[in-house]
């Protein structure tokens, strides 16, 4: 079997043919919600020829989330489209003594709440809505810190930029990009997680990794998010900037709706979003595959 992944799919293709192999194509993201000016729904549009492309000549689909399988299966009809969820990005599992010294490292006030978002910079995530939302939210609760990780140095220095103007520039962090195998670390470190998605009919990767922290989330209310959280999981406004100071102020100022919102997230990770439900899914998907003519 050739598994091809997302652009890699043509790759994919051409192997299993030469090799006369089963291919597989695995569909992640949805070109349609990447808009960000001429040139990238430029490109956007020629993804989307090179993923019908992956898609048509593939044995089987994976879609990750209910949206993209729906969008392979209108492309390809007769083709078995599989609906298989991402699992966190990586298998470590939070240490709290290292989520501590994340916290240390940081310089956090004393009793400081951190509020942590990690994720591209990409338009479709929010970043816009997340930065417009973050000064009137520190402005209602003082005790409230922000750090954010991802982007390129160019986006960051523009961001720092912006917050320093609006007068936060101690309250807001850019710790930089960090290894996966942190991630869960420094998850764990936060005490609230945001996802300002606006966008898109994909799983939010981030938020698998959120729910395994077991940290509570805020989260727009919009089809992407509700993919895997609800109103028992996560604080879900409204994608405007107003409502999401708002949903963040409220969780910095409740401890105990912290504690429930996160351990619920977490349940949900142990119960379905778990490497072992993955591997029974994917074993199904190839056996299938392997059983066809």
Same mark, same amino acid.
Request: glycine share 8%; net charge positive.
């Given at each position: 079997?050739?598994?091809?992944?997302?652009?890699?799919?043509?790759?994919?293709?051409?192997?299993?043919?030469?090799?006369?192999?089963?291919?597989?194509?695995?569909?992640?993201?949805?070109?349609?919600?990447?808009?960000?000016?001429?040139?990238?729904?430029?490109?956007?549009?020629?993804?989307?020829?090179?993923?019908?492309?992956?898609?048509?000549?593939?044995?089987?689909?994976?879609?990750?989330?209910?949206?993209?399988?729906?969008?392979?299966?209108?492309?390809?009809?007769?083709?078995?489209?599989?609906?298989?969820?991402?699992?966190?990005?990586?298998?470590?599992?939070?240490? %709290?003594?290292? =989520? $501590?010294?994340?916290?240390?490292?940081?310089? +956090? &006030?004393?009793? !400081?709440? #951190?509020?942590?978002?990690? @994720?591209?910079?990409?338009?479709?995530?929010?970043?816009?809505?997340?930065?417009?939302?973050?000064?009137?939210?520190?402005?209602?609760?003082?005790?409230?810190?922000?750090?954010?990780?991802?982007g390129s140095p160019a986006q960051v220095a523009a961001r720092q930029?912006?917050?320093?103007?609006?007068?936060?520039?101690?309250?807001?962090?850019?710790?930089?990009?960090?290894?996966?195998?942190?991630?869960?670390?420094?998850?764990?470190?936060?005490?609230?997680?945001?996802?300002?998605?606006?966008?898109?009919?994909?799983?939010?990767?981030?938020?698998?990794?959120?729910?395994?922290?077991?940290?509570?989330?805020?989260?727009?209310?919009?089809p992407a998010n509700r993919l895997i959280l609800d109103d028992a999981?996560?604080?879900?406004?409204? %994608?405007?900037? =107003? $409502?999401?100071?708002?949903?963040?102020?409220? +969780? &910095?100022?409740? !401890?105990? #709706?912290?504690?429930?919102? @996160?351990?619920?997230?977490?349940?949900?990770?142990?119960?379905?979003?778990?490497?072992?439900?993955?591997?029974?899914?994917?074993?199904?998907?190839?056996?299938?595959?392997?059983?066809?003519?």
């Amino acid at each position: 079997v050739f598994h091809g992944i997302e652009d890699a799919g043509p790759i994919a293709a051409v192997l299993a043919r030469r090799w006369r192999a089963k291919y597989v194509f695995e569909k992640h993201s949805d070109p349609a919600s990447y808009k960000k000016g001429f040139i990238r729904n430029v490109v956007m549009s020629a993804y989307r020829r090179v993923e019908r492309f992956s898609i048509l000549r593939a044995d089987a689909v994976i879609g990750t989330g209910p949206a993209l399988v729906a969008q392979a299966r209108a492309i390809a009809p007769a083709k078995p489209v599989h609906h298989i969820f991402d699992i966190p990005s990586s298998l470590v599992e939070p240490d %709290p003594a290292r =989520a $501590a010294a994340v916290r240390e490292k940081l310089g +956090l &006030a004393p009793g !400081a709440v #951190l509020a942590l978002y990690v @994720g591209s910079f990409a338009v479709y995530q929010g970043i816009d809505l997340l930065f417009q939302a973050i000064p009137p939210a520190l402005q209602k609760c003082p005790h409230l810190q922000v750090a954010v990780i991802g982007g390129s140095p160019a986006q960051v220095a523009a961001r720092q930029a912006e917050i320093a103007a609006a007068g936060f520039a101690g309250r807001v962090l850019f710790p930089g990009q960090i290894h996966p195998d942190e991630l869960p670390h420094t998850l764990a470190a936060a005490d609230i997680l945001l996802s300002p998605r606006i966008a898109g009919g994909n799983t939010p990767l981030k938020l698998l990794d959120y729910l395994k922290a077991g940290r509570a989330i805020v989260a727009c209310d919009n089809p992407a998010n509700r993919l895997i959280l609800d109103d028992a999981t996560a604080r879900l406004v409204p %994608p405007v900037p =107003a $409502a999401f100071a708002d949903g963040l102020a409220a +969780l &910095a100022a409740d !401890a105990p #709706l912290r504690v429930r919102l @996160g351990a619920a997230g977490q349940q949900l990770y142990r119960a379905t979003y778990n490497y072992e439900q993955f591997k029974q899914r994917l074993g199904e998907a190839y056996r299938q595959l392997l059983n066809s003519p």
